[in-house]
């Protein structure tokens, strides 16, 4: 465990559910981690897992109703995110705690042009005149990678490529120099050389500004490019916890072992790939005992009735599973 000095954010048992007309929705579940300064916590898992849940249960912005975060704590400079007033609140979004959502496309508003959108920011945060802001804007572009930023700036979104319009997030995102950046599937629709160039401009940004990554994808080759942590989420659920290296080399949960062995593999001879069988439960009608037991080539009698809880397991790595506790997983 991190020397306490060292974490910049800690989450403690978040708890997050949505009232649907088909029942009770239970996204995040006991969920539990900490972010150190300059350190990249991987968040990893198939969609509908709970990852971007637990990214907007940070900044508080789980729409309330048809929402509803029922327990649990987020510190974050000695506060708790989750009891302190929505004014407070305002003032750490966008400028201690940042996030570069997953779409673009959609999280840019389209009849405003990217200066405004970036200087509303720093005026906001930094009481700049519109004069700086729209400067200090200009300086963002240039300093995220985008060519002709003084004529960007005044550039509406769909006039940008789908790679620029995500330089254009992450300047927003980073235009106050936040302690922790959330980084929901930053790499998502764009291409493979796009996102090379993005992941190295984050590892840029983070070593200007020692920010706390919290990255979530689902792509395991970008997690082992980004991060140096990784949680693997299942039905709102950590499974598995681990150093990048360590789950790389021996991955423990099951859910885990067929995430990694679904990867593509240009060595390889056989041309079809490994799959996880099934898929994700409706998150209304979860398994009983554990959730991932329908899926599981090893589950057990135990691991149908009786729902295993997240223990640590050698060397400070956590897994959730009865079969790594019997051994059977073991090398």
Same mark, same amino acid.
Do not use: W
């Given at each position: 465990m991190a020397a306490k000095e060292d974490v910049i954010l800690e989450a403690k048992e978040?708890?997050?559910?949505?009232?649907?007309?088909? &029942?009770?929705?239970?996204?995040?579940?006991?969920?539990?981690?900490?972010?150190?300064?300059?350190?990249?916590? &991987?968040? =990893?898992?198939?969609?509908?897992?709970g990852k971007s849940v637990t990214a907007m249960t940070i900044l508080r912005i789980v729409p309330i109703p048809p929402g509803e975060i029922t327990s649990g704590e987020i510190f974050f400079q000695g506060q708790d995110l989750l009891k302190?007033?929505?004014?407070k609140m305002r003032k750490i979004r966008g400028d201690d705690i940042s996030m570069i959502f997953q779409e673009p496309m959609t999280s840019l508003n389209p009849v405003f042009t990217i200066g405004f959108q970036l200087s509303e920011i720093l005026k906001l945060h930094r009481?700049?005149?519109?004069?700086?802001?729209?400067?200090?804007?200009?300086?963002?572009?240039?300093?995220?990678?985008i060519p002709r930023a003084e004529e960007v700036v005044n550039e509406y979104p769909f006039a940008l490529s789908g790679g620029m319009k995500q330089r254009a997030m992450i300047a927003m995102a980073l235009a106050c120099n936040p302690r922790v950046l959330i980084a929901d599937e930053p790499t998502t629709a764009l291409d493979v050389t796009i996102q090379a160039q993005i992941m190295e401009l984050m590892k840029k940004l983070q070593a200007d500004f020692n920010s706390g990554i919290?990255?979530?994808?689902?792509?395991? &080759? =970008?997690i082992a490019e980004m991060a140096d942590r990784v949680i693997v989420m299942y039905?709102?659920?950590?499974?598995e916890e681990a150093a990048v290296e360590d789950l790389f080399e021996t991955p423990l949960h099951p859910y885990t072992i067929g995430?990694?062995?679904?990867?593509?593999?240009?060595?390889?001879?056989?041309?079809?790939?490994?799959?996880?069988?099934?898929s994700v439960p409706n998150l209304t009608d979860v398994p009983p005992g554990?959730?991932?037991?329908?899926?599981?080539?090893?589950?057990?009698?135990?691991?149908?009735?009786?729902?295993?809880?997240?223990t640590e397991y050698k060397s400070k790595r956590k897994v959730r599973c009865w079969v790594v506790d019997e051994g059977m997983l073991d090398d």
């Open positions: 978040i708890r997050v559910q949505f009232n649907s007309i088909d &029942g009770l929705v239970r996204a995040v579940n006991d969920v539990s981690f900490e972010l150190k300064k300059g350190e990249t916590l &991987g968040v =990893v898992g198939e969609s509908g897992c302190i007033s929505e004014d009481n700049m005149s519109t004069k700086e802001a729209l400067k200090e804007s200009t300086a963002m572009l240039k300093y995220c990678g919290l990255f979530i994808t689902h792509d395991l &080759g =970008v039905t709102g659920h950590i499974v995430l990694m062995n679904s990867k593509p593999d240009l060595y390889l001879e056989e041309k079809r790939l490994n799959v996880v069988r099934g554990c959730s991932f037991h329908p899926r599981c080539d090893y589950a057990t009698e135990q691991c149908r009735h009786e729902k295993p809880s997240l």
